[in-house]
Nanobody, 122 residues
Framework: VQLVESGGGLVQAGGSLRLSCAAS????????VGWFRQAPGKDREFVSA????????YYADSVKGRFTISGDNAKNTVYLQMNSLKSEDTAVYYC????????????????WGQGTLVTVSS
């Protein structure tokens, strides 16, 4: 499966963005799809994931209540709605997939996209 992220940009603190992860090659409905991010000088970290049945979602504590992950099987796309953005959300955001049901471990994920940059100005 090939993944392409989009939707990043520059936004003021408190604002919103919606990221998209479009998949081709295979349907994402058979994977767990995750969003990760990497800030300058920091390790890549888990942000959110949705299992392939769409019945369960997972969030890092740092984004819980502000970010919402969702999937559209018809469009083979997973979205990350980001509200109440903070400067510490500034990072390159990546999506990836895993065959491991309900996994949120970075090492379990592959087929990484190229990433989309989110910059939150304070």
């Amino acid at each position: 499966v090939q993944l392409v992220e989009s939707g990043g940009g520059l936004v003021q603190a408190g604002g919103s963005l919606r990221l998209s992860c479009a998949a081709s090659g295979r349907t994402v409905s058979t994977y767990t799809v995750g969003w990760f991010r990497q800030a300058p000088g920091k390790d890549r970290e888990f942000v959110s994931a949705i299992n392939w049945s769409g019945t369960r979602t997972y969030y890092a504590d740092s984004v819980k209540g502000r970010f919402t992950i969702s999937g559209d099987n018809a469009k083979n796309t997973v979205y990350l709605q980001m509200n109440s953005l903070k400067s510490e959300d500034t990072a390159v955001y990546y999506c990836a997939v895993t065959r491991k049901y309900d996994s949120t471990r970075l090492d379990d994920f592959g087929s990484w996209g190229q990433g989309t940059l989110v910059t939150v100005s304070s």
